[in-house]
């Protein structure tokens, strides 16, 4: 199973970046797919999920009406896309097939003015 997160950066308070996370490994259009975040000195937490086919999307109340979660089958890859961006978003984010134990490199995403 290989996880490649990429598309974070430094993004000022307000602004927008989208996550991508190509999988390889698994039967990725028969898996869900979510995405975690881990904050300095924190605890790694839950983010959004996606079912396999892309009908179902659940989102932690901290990120509900600015981050959206998506993925494209064809491509083996799915998304995070990041609106209104919070100081408090800062984090090392993830993406992993819920049902496997394994976890990408994770990328960064920096908000600051």
């Known amino acids: 199973v290989q996880l490649v997160e990429s598309g974070g950066g430094l993004v000022q308070p307000g602004g927008s970046l989208r996550l991508s996370c190509l999988a390889s490994?698994?039967?990725?259009?028969?898996?869900?797919m979510s995405w975690y975040r881990q904050a300095p000195g924190k605890e790694r937490e839950f983010v959004a999920t996606i079912n396999n086919r892309g009908t179902i999307r659940n989102y932690a109340d901290s990120v509900k009406g600015r981050f959206t979660i998506s993925r494209d089958n064809a491509k083996n890859t799915a998304y995070l896309e990041m609106n209104n961006l919070k100081f408090d978003d800062t984090a090392v984010y993830y993406c992993?097939?819920?049902?496997?134990?394994?976890w990408g490199q994770g990328t960064q995403v920096t908000v600051s003015s």
């Open positions: 490994g698994f039967t990725f259009s028969s898996s869900a």
């Open positions: 992993r097939n819920p049902g496997l134990p394994s």
